[in-house]
Structure formats: structure tokens, C-alpha cells
């Protein structure tokens, strides 16, 4: 079975025959009265969610692609009708970096955690290659949190950094955004190298290094998408503390071949609870895998943690980026 097959959302035929009813019966709406405009991208959201239960899944380009054109003829002159212009893009608030490092800092500095667990020692490649996703507690201490954050707070200050917003209507989520990180600490370069090899002589596979900056605020969320790469496995290690800084926000891997209706992403999903900064979890990014599963990523919605809401914030790393 191809990868197309087994992975709905790479199945154009099937794509374009849930467009197509969620169109008829949009259409039928309409004509009784029934219907109100919307936008292409919350077109697309529906056929995910009616078509295969789907929800909080993000919208690809080629998604879009299928479901726009199978719309179009669907509809044909009621198309202007049902369509409407996306609403325009608000600003998304993002914690500073520089307020952050200086919290943590009064925090986590007389923290003595200085004996880590080994990136070799933890790694469980047959965990990762069964359920797409390992967490690895810890592997960064209090010290070495701090260093990253603070030579991130420099980039910032420095206005260096380029970001890319994570909106509802780019289809990709909510109150977040990333930007790559073109320098990077000795500290994380050590630690990236060595994940890096760990995965070549574990599991036989390559990966990226490039390395990007993830920021997310209250109701942040990172709808389940697949990264588009030759390289299997990607990995996030988390800078803010779980419960303190933030709750929610964890990570998951979902497959979409394999429904599952009680969970709100229609899919088996297997779930990441992170328990404290400097966490790494490695996952399965496309499916490019032993398995040939269809993996997508995403991240549950961030909410308050214990300090004040002004104060929450979930910063983190992705790794092995390509």
C-alpha cells in the first residue's frame, strides 16, 4: 500500500468526493435560506472535519489545491456567493524572550540539576520507531536552559529574528510563530550534533540541522501538519516549565489513517505531557518512516500555568530542521 493510499489527505480522489458533498450540501443550504458565506480556508476545515473527522488539522497547500477546484465546479456561478474574503489578519502577540530569560533567571539560577541524562543512554528507537514520538525527560539542565534563552533574547533585542505567524486563516493554527535561528549557542550546536548522530547510528537515518525558534501564547495552538522533508524525524526541546509557565501545550503525533472518534483530532494520536524545561521529544515529522505511517505533528492549546496570565508564556526549539 502507497503512502498516498493509506493517508487520506494525499488521496486526491477522496479529497475532491468530500468537497464535493460538503459543496452539494452547502449549495442546498443556501437555497433554502440555510447557508451564510465563509472563506475558502474555513471550506476547507469542513471538508476535514465532516469528511474524515478531522479537527484542528492544519490545511496544506495541495489540500487546498483538490478541495478549491472540486468547490469551484462544484458550485459553479453560487461559488462568488458562498465565498467570502478571510477576515483580516490580526497581530499576534508573542511573550519577549528578554522578560522571559530575566524571570527564569531569578528562578532557575541557583537550580542544581547539572547531572543530565546522555542523548545515547535515553534514546529508545524502538518506542520512536512503534508510536512516532519519544520523550526524553530533562535532557538540558537549569544552567544550559538559561544559556540558550539568554543568546535568544540577544537575537531578538537585535531585531535578527524573521517570523512567520501561525494564523486561522493560513490554516497552520493560532497565536504562535517561528523564526530560524541562524546562530546558535555552543551549547545547542553540541546537543544537536550529538541527537543527530544518535539517529544515524540507532536507527540508520539522516536529519536536518537547521534549527528554529517556536513562541506561543495564551490559546496558542499548531494545528497537525507534516513537514515536507527526505528526513524522518524532528525534534522539540522545550525552554519554558510545564505547569508553572504554561499548561496544555502538548505535542502529539497523529495518524489519519487510523480513525479514532473519541479523540478531538479524529485520529490515533499518540500524546507528549511535558514535565519540565530542557524536555526533548523526537517524532516522526512525515512519512518517511520504517513504518510508512502517515504521521502529522501538531500541539495542543496552550492555557495559563500557575504564574500570572501576563506571565505565561511556551518557548521552545525545533531540532533537525531541513
Not at 539542565?141 to 493560513?170: A, C, G, I, Y
Not at 537515518?205 to 525558534?213: A, L
Not at 524532528?234 to 495518524?255: M, T
Amino acid at each position: 500500500m502507497t503512502n498516498a493510499t493509506k493517508d487520506p489527505l494525499r488521496n486526491s480522489a477522496k479529497l475532491a468526493d468530500a468537497a464535493t458533498k460538503q459543496a452539494l450540501k452547502l449549495l442546498k443550504d443556501y437555497q433554502k435560506g440555510e447557508a451564510e458565506p465563509m472563506s475558502a480556508m474555513e471550506f476547507c476545515e469542513l471538508v476535514l472535519r465532516e469528511g474524515f473527522g478531522l479537527k484542528n488539522w492544519g490545511v496544506g497547500q495541495r489540500q487546498r489545491i483538490v478541495i478549491s477546484k472540486a468547490r469551484k465546479e462544484t458550485l459553479g456561478k453560487y461559488d462568488t456567493k458562498l465565498m467570502k474574503a478571510p477576515p483580516k489578519a490580526q497581530p499576534v502577540e508573542l511573550p519577549s524572550t528578554t522578560k522571559v530569560f530575566k524571570q527564569l533567571s531569578n528562578e532557575l539560577s541557583s537550580k542544581n540539576d547539572e547531572k543530565r541524562v546522555t542523548i545515547e543512554s535515553a534514546f529508545d528507537s524502538t518506542a520512536l520507531e512503534e508510536n512516532g514520538i519519544l520523550h526524553v525527560p530533562g535532557v538540558l539542565s537549569s544552567s544550559q536552559v538559561l544559556d540558550v534563552l539568554s543568546h535568544l533574547s540577544e537575537v531578538e533585542d537585535s531585531n535578527q529574528f524573521n517570523w512567520t505567524f501561525l494564523r486561522p486563516t493560513t490554516g497552520n493554527g493560532k497565536h504562535g510563530a517561528y523564526a530560524t535561528i541562524t546562530t546558535m549557542p555552543e551549547s545547542l550546536r553540541n546537543f544537536q550534533d550529538d541527537l543527530r548522530k544518535t539517529l544515524k547510528d540507532k536507527l540508520g537515518v539522516d536529519s536536518g540541522d537547521k534549527t528554529i525558534f517556536l513562541k506561543y501564547g495564551i490559546g496558542g495552538v499548531n494545528w497537525a501538519h507534516q513537514d515536507q522533508s527526505s528526513c524522518p524525524y524532528q525534534a522539540f526541546l522545550l525552554l519554558s516549565r510545564p505547569n508553572i509557565d504554561f499548561q496544555g501545550g502538548n505535542l502529539y503525533v497523529s495518524d489519519p489513517s487510523s480513525p479514532n472518534e473519541g479523540k478531538t483530532e479524529g485520529a490515533v494520536c499518540h500524546e507528549v505531557a511535558f514535565q519540565s524545561s530542557g524536555d526533548l521529544v523526537v517524532f516522526a515529522a512525515n512519512d518517511v518512516n520504517s513504518h510508512n505511517q502517515p504521521y502529522y505533528h501538531g500541539m495542543t492549546e496552550v492555557l495559563p500555568g500557575k504564574n500570572d496570565v501576563a506571565d505565561s508564556h511556551r518557548l521552545a526549539i525545533g531540532l533537525l530542521q531541513t
